[in-house]
């Protein structure tokens, strides 16, 4: 396999592949012909996978520009939110505010840090005012998307969750609304033990709605802001929650109170003035805290610790649980509203432990120091597997597409793969402005291609991309969450120059996005 460390670079991938493909064979993935039916589910202008905060994004904006295409959402779940369908545990909010994480172009309304149901609701609001319903399908997975040069088209394979038929769809433009992990197989680490122990054991992606907590004494393993999130909000019920973390993580803890929306909201004003401003004070918040973390990282890191400090019980050891290793936002950083993690430790219903564990016993977790936490119920708040674009078999002209050995065309479509977007949000701003960005990108591709009477785009290396040298997905150095460097081999790359490059901050898309030249030399149309 070609990797950073070999030299690897587009010159010798392209060689593999022979450039752009240009031949046209049946498709070769898919469900096994002959075992079972497939079911012919008709042709759309776009299909959207995911019925997340990007999918319905996708949809609004897509419906807005282009009225007369059709177009379906697929979503693997039952339901829609993606995210916010998935965690729904006690205390699931949204740790950046609700202002940008809102779309640009519907007011959000409730407290700047929204729960999960807020966030669904906004979401049903959505679906209804853009008329969006009858076009999702929930419980339709697709499991593969063939491309042929010669048709035009992606042939789209799904398999429906509920009954297991086997669909077929057509489309002339795959739009790629997935998020970035698996939902159905979280991630929790195998450690010794874990077989004999006897109580109760819970990952936040699939929370069982009765669990009973009351009385129970909990382990929250993690230390990222689902733990803390999760914490406060059954510290109540338990008898008592202990926060068992390997390494401590960055925690800001802002007021749940807004005092501009406040003010704003009692003027008689227009709401989308009043979204419009929140939102500029947001990003421009979030601009100050991400130059400042790459310029005066020991500052910041100062001003965190500081903040934090005065929360905390007397005496609290800061620097053994809640010093990090890493550089302020190398991973994202965890919001407690209120600080409402640290009042839970100063009344004493949690506690904290910074250690490794050396194995599960049948009524609780010994760490390294030799110290046994007594549980009922551990809950492994470990985190994601990440999933390259929902997992879903791609090839193009009857090649299968293999990310690993691909580069990104600027976090948007990747090259070779002809009519194909996707979307991945910003980490450090809200996920969603870049939803609203990328949505505006493909309505001017989209515009851009029927003026020319293309049917086809497709990101191409150019000749003096040939010996451009391949750098991982993420670079550590800007981004190294758990989730992410984990999975680096399995996903696609990005080049040493633009456009093969992604993860530029809000502050520089907002500007470069709606301004790209799109004959560049890089999209070729056809
Ligand atoms: C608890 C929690 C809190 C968060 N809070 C914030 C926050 O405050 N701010 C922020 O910016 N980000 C936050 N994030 C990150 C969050 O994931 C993104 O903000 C956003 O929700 C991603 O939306 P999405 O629609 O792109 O993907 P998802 O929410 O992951 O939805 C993708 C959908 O696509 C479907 N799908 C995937 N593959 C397939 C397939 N092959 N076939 C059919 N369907 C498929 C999935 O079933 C899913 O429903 C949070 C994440 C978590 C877990």
Same mark, same amino acid.
């Given at each position: $396999?070609?990797?950073?460390?070999?030299?690897?670079?587009?010159?010798?991938?392209?060689?593999?592949?022979?450039?752009?493909?240009?031949?046209?064979?049946?498709?070769?993935?898919?469900?096994?012909?002959?075992?079972?039916?497939?079911?012919?589910?008709?042709?759309?202008?776009?299909?959207?996978?995911?019925?997340?905060?990007?999918?319905?994004?996708?949809?609004?904006?897509?419906?807005?520009?282009?009225? !007369?295409?059709?177009?379906?959402?697929?979503?693997?779940?039952?339901?829609?939110?993606?995210?916010?369908?998935?965690?729904?545990?006690?205390?699931?909010?949204?740790?950046?505010?609700?202002?940008?994480? *809102?779309?640009?172009?519907?007011?959000?309304?409730?407290?700047?840090?929204?729960?999960?149901?807020?966030?669904?609701?906004?979401?049903?609001?959505?679906?209804?005012?853009?008329?969006?319903?009858?076009?999702?399908?929930?419980?339709?997975?697709? =499991?593969?998307?063939?491309?042929?040069?010669?048709?035009?088209?992606?042939?789209?394979?799904?398999?429906?969750?509920?009954?297991?038929?086997?669909?077929?769809?057509? =489309?002339?433009?795959?739009?790629?609304?997935?998020?970035?992990?698996?939902?159905?197989?979280?991630?929790?680490?195998?450690?010794?033990?874990?077989?004999?122990?006897?109580?109760?054991?819970?990952?936040?992606?699939?929370?069982?709605?009765?669990?009973?907590?009351?009385?129970?004494?909990?382990?929250?393993? *993690?230390? *990222?802001?689902?733990?803390?999130?999760?914490?406060?909000?059954?510290?109540?019920?338990?008898?008592?929650?202990?926060?068992?973390?390997?390494?401590?993580?960055?925690?800001?803890?802002?007021?749940?109170?807004?005092?501009?929306?406040? =003010?704003?909201?009692?003027?008689?004003?227009?709401?989308?003035?009043?979204?419009?401003?929140?939102?500029?004070?947001?990003?421009?918040?979030?601009?100050?805290?991400?130059?400042?973390?790459?310029?005066?990282?020991?500052?910041?890191?100062?001003?965190?610790?500081?903040?934090?400090?005065?929360?905390?019980?007397?005496?609290?050891?800061?620097?053994?649980?809640?010093?990090?290793?890493?550089?302020?936002?190398?991973?994202?950083?965890?919001?407690?509203?209120?600080?409402?993690?640290?009042?839970?430790?100063?009344?004493?219903?949690?506690?904290?432990? =910074?250690?490794?564990?050396?194995?599960?016993?049948?009524?609780?977790?010994?760490?390294?120091?030799?110290?046994?936490?007594?549980?009922?119920?551990?809950?492994?708040?470990?985190?994601?597997?990440?999933?390259?674009?929902?997992?879903?078999?791609?090839?193009?002209?009857?090649?299968?597409?293999?990310?690993?050995?691909?580069?990104?065309?600027? *976090?948007?479509?990747?090259?070779?793969?002809?009519?194909?977007?996707?979307?991945?949000?910003?980490?450090?701003?809200?996920?969603?402005?870049?939803?609203?960005?990328?949505?505006?990108?493909?309505?001017?591709?989209?515009?851009? $291609?029927?003026?020319?009477?293309?049917?086809?785009?497709?990101?191409?290396?150019?000749?003096?991309?040939? !010996?451009?040298?391949?750098?991982?997905?993420?670079?550590?150095?800007?981004?190294?969450?758990?989730?992410?460097?984990?999975?680096?081999?399995?996903?696609?790359?990005?080049?040493?120059?633009?456009?093969?490059?992604? $993860?530029?901050?809000?502050?520089?898309?907002?500007?470069?996005?709606?301004?790209?030249?799109?004959?560049?030399?890089?999209?070729?149309?056809?």
């Amino acid at each position: $396999m070609l990797t950073e460390k070999s030299g690897a670079s587009i010159a010798a991938i392209s060689a593999l592949h022979g450039g752009p493909a240009m031949t046209t064979t049946a498709p070769t993935t898919g469900p096994a012909e002959g075992t079972q039916e497939i079911q012919d589910a008709g042709h759309v202008d776009v299909l959207i996978v995911g019925a997340g905060v990007s999918g319905i994004g996708a949809a609004h904006h897509l419906r807005e520009q282009f009225p !007369d295409r059709t177009f379906v959402i697929l979503d693997a779940q039952d339901n829609r939110g993606g995210t916010w369908w998935t965690h729904r545990y006690p205390g699931v909010r949204s740790d950046s505010d609700l202002f940008t994480y *809102g779309y640009r172009f519907k007011p959000w309304r409730g407290p700047s840090i929204a729960a999960g149901e807020e966030i669904l609701a906004y979401l049903d609001e959505v679906i209804e005012e853009d008329d969006l319903r009858q076009s999702i399908r929930y419980r339709h997975r697709v =499991t593969a998307a063939s491309w042929s040069t010669e048709d035009r088209q992606w042939t789209v394979d799904v398999t429906r969750d509920d009954n297991g038929q086997q669909l077929r769809y057509t =489309t002339d433009f795959l739009w790629m609304c997935q998020g970035y992990y698996n939902h159905a197989r979280p991630h929790r680490p195998e450690w010794e033990g874990m077989d004999r122990f006897q109580g109760v054991l819970v990952h936040p992606q699939s929370w069982p709605g009765d669990l009973d907590l009351a009385g129970k004494r909990v382990v929250v393993i *993690g230390s *990222g802001a689902t733990a803390a999130t999760l914490i406060p909000a059954i510290a109540e019920k338990a008898e008592h929650v202990t926060m068992l973390q390997r390494s401590p993580s960055y925690f800001f803890a802002p007021p749940t109170t807004d005092e501009l929306a406040v =003010t704003l909201r009692a003027l008689d004003i227009p709401e989308e003035w009043t979204h419009e401003i929140l939102r500029r004070q947001h990003i421009a918040q979030t601009d100050w805290l991400a130059a400042t973390a790459r310029e005066a990282p020991e500052e910041l890191h100062a001003f965190l610790m500081e903040s934090i400090r005065p929360l905390l019980p007397e005496d609290f050891d800061v620097d053994k649980h809640f010093t990090p290793r890493y550089r302020p936002w190398q991973q994202r950083i965890a919001i407690v509203p209120d600080g409402d993690l640290f009042a839970v430790l100063r009344e004493g219903s949690a506690s904290i432990v =910074t250690d490794t564990i050396e194995t599960f016993t049948e009524h609780g977790i010994r760490v390294s120091s030799g110290e046994e936490i007594p549980a009922d119920i551990v809950v492994t708040a470990t985190g994601f597997n990440l999933s390259v674009l929902g997992d879903v078999a791609f090839s193009v002209d009857g090649e299968p597409v293999d990310f690993t050995e691909r580069v990104t065309w600027r *976090g948007i479509m990747i090259n070779g793969l002809p009519n194909m977007a996707y979307i991945f949000g910003y980490f450090r701003h809200s996920w969603t402005l870049r939803v609203d960005l990328v949505s505006d990108f493909v309505g001017r591709l989209l515009a851009q $291609m029927q003026k020319k009477g293309a049917t086809m785009v497709v990101p191409t290396l150019r000749p003096e991309d040939a !010996d451009m040298q391949l750098r991982p997905w993420s670079d550590p150095e800007n981004f190294n969450s758990g989730y992410v460097m984990r999975s680096q081999h399995i996903l696609f790359r990005q080049g040493d120059r633009e456009p093969w490059t992604h $993860m530029l901050e809000h502050e520089q898309e907002r500007e470069l996005l709606p301004e790209l030249d799109l004959d560049d030399g890089t999209l070729l149309y056809r």
